[in-house]
């Protein structure tokens, strides 16, 4: 059986200090759901403060973003083994920000994927489409193409170690959500391809998310749906009372 997978992303939020005591509040007050896998995803900042916070719990470390390449002339950008080596075991890949604001493209999704994988780290790589695309009718053509380009070249033993974020844009942040039926659609087809690309057996292992607006309100039906293996989880994250709702809504999907 997969294991649920709730992760937080801060995004652009918290000073050190701040991300301290949120990644303190989150490992208390998370601390009984043994059947959840639980991520705090802050700042680039507050990476080592938070990992010295989290590091002996059952909580995880992950960052935004990362770059392609090891290290070198490139101003600005994080490498996969800067990461690990502040203790990330997790990596946002293609969020829709990113995408959006950076002009991120596939190719580029996929380069980070595959540096990422190289190094040790769990790619979460997002996928969605915008709400042109789904009122065009295009959110299957879209969301299998960013799937396809995302994991080419990508092995079966290391697809396995992928999580996908299905995050349709037009419901990140919006306070707009996809209802748990149409997400749960959408994810069995992203399992259904996964399936194609490498086997029934990967397919049915892989874990994929559901992202945008999600909240303790409605994390409990999100979280009932057969297909859906967890949330990542935006502006509820920076509460730990909601964002523990949430890991239990991950918790009761198990039971």
């Not at 937080?8 to 007050?29: D, F, H």
């Not at 990476?47 to 992950?62: A, N």
């Not at 994991?151 to 209802?179: C, F, H, M, N, Q």
Request: hydrophobic share 40%.
């Amino acid at each position: 059986m997969r294991k649920p997978i709730i992760a937080g992303n801060w995004k652009m939020n918290g000073i050190i200090a701040e991300a301290e005591q949120l990644s303190r509040q989150v490992a208390e007050q998370t601390a009984t759901y043994n059947e959840v896998e639980v991520v705090v995803i802050p700042v680039f900042t507050a990476l080592t403060k938070v990992y010295d916070v989290i590091k002996d719990t059952h909580v995880r470390l992950g960052a935004q973003d990362l770059f392609w390449e090891e290290k070198g002339a490139y101003t600005g950008e994080v490498s996969p083994s800067m990461l690990r080596d502040v203790g990330c075991e997790y990596v946002v890949v293609g969020h829709s920000e990113r995408r959006q604001y950076f002009h991120e493209t596939d190719e580029d999704v996929n380069k980070k994927v595959k540096a990422a994988l190289s190094y040790g780290l769990k790619p979460i790589m997002c996928i969605g489409e915008t709400l042109e695309q789904r009122e065009a009718g295009l959110t299957e053509q879209v969301v299998i193409g960013q799937l396809q380009a995302g994991l080419r070249d990508v092995s079966t033993e290391e697809v396995e170690k992928i999580v996908v974020a299905y995050e349709p844009v037009w419901a990140i942040g919006t306070g707009r959500t996809a209802s748990a039926e149409e997400a749960n659609r959408v994810i069995g087809l992203i399992r259904n391809t996964v399936k194609k690309l490498y086997s029934e057996a990967v397919g049915e292992a892989i874990r994929i998310q559901y992202g945008g607006s999600v909240k303790d309100s409605n994390a409990d039906e999100i979280m009932q749906q057969p297909e859906i293996d967890g949330c990542l989880v935006g502006g509820a994250s920076l509460d730990a009372t909601a964002f523990t709702a949430i890991v239990a809504a991950g918790a009761k999907s198990v039971c």
